[in-house]
């Protein structure tokens, strides 16, 4: 059963324009998220990340929202650059260990 | 060299075949992980070492059999796969496996695109 999801599989926007890019979860007791970002051909690299105990953590253009009470966080890209399009995955994690969760990915595609 | 690197980077091979992944990280971590991604699927871990030690195997197939030499070394060697294998099989390692903060990122390599005919 997947814990983690990301149900938009593709996403296309503007270049300047925000992109933002959707994950939600079921379980309660992740406590760490973080967001991946993979090129073609390429292994995942991290994003940034955030914990439970926060609601927005920001850096530079990338900041990532979390709503535990939804079970649901978003990655804000802004302003998008062409240099962004590459799959983004949402990960999660729990306490216990660094077992981490992984969503399917969403496809940013940014035209000029 | 630096970061996470994995060789070969494409495979094809027979069901009968044996063949060999390797995945080596020059960041001084403790812990590495293999994980398989199918086409449209999450990333799946397949197993899990701590210096050396496997400290979770993710209900792989008997086929899939890990090895870690030492903390900068992992392999994976194949055996009578089949062809719903065919996969993206990626390696990672990460200071600790168990969570502190600011330590849970895992450093991934390309991946090796493995095709089972």
């Known amino acids: 059963d997947q814990q983690v999801k990301q149900n938009s599989p593709s996403l296309s926007v503007q270049e300047g324009r925000i992109s933002i890019l959707n994950c939600d979860y079921t379980?309660?007791?992740?406590?760490?998220f973080l967001w991946y970002k993979k090129y073609p051909a390429e292994g995942p690299t991290f994003l940034i990340s955030?914990?439970?105990?926060?609601d927005k953590n920001e850096d530079g253009r990338f900041t990532v929202f979390l709503n535990k009470s939804a079970k649901h966080l978003s990655l804000h890209i802004v302003p998008s650059q062409p240099g962004d399009s590459a799959v983004y995955f949402c990960?999660?994690?729990?306490?216990?260990?660094?077992?981490?969760?992984f969503g399917a990915g969403t496809q940013v595609v940014v035209t000029p | 060299e630096t970061g996470v690197t994995q060789t070969p980077r494409h495979l094809v091979m027979g069901m009968t075949n044996k063949k060999s992944l390797k995945c080596e990280q020059h960041l001084g971590h403790n812990a590495m992980y293999w994980y398989k991604q199918s086409a449209k699927k999450p990333l799946e871990l397949m197993f899990v070492y701590s210096l050396e030690e496997r400290v979770e195997n993710n209900s792989v197939p008997s086929r899939f059999s890990p090895e870690c030499p030492n903390s900068s070394h992992l392999f994976l060697h194949l055996h009578t796969l089949q062809p719903e294998d065919s996969a993206l099989y990626l390696c990672a390692s990460s200071q600790e496996p168990y969570p502190q903060r600011g330590q849970e990122t895992q450093y991934f390599g390309p991946g090796t695109r493995l095709l089972v005919l």
């Open positions: 955030i914990s439970s105990i926060k």
């Open positions: 990960a999660a994690a729990t306490d216990s260990w660094g077992k981490l969760q």
């Open positions: 379980n309660s007791m992740f406590d760490y």
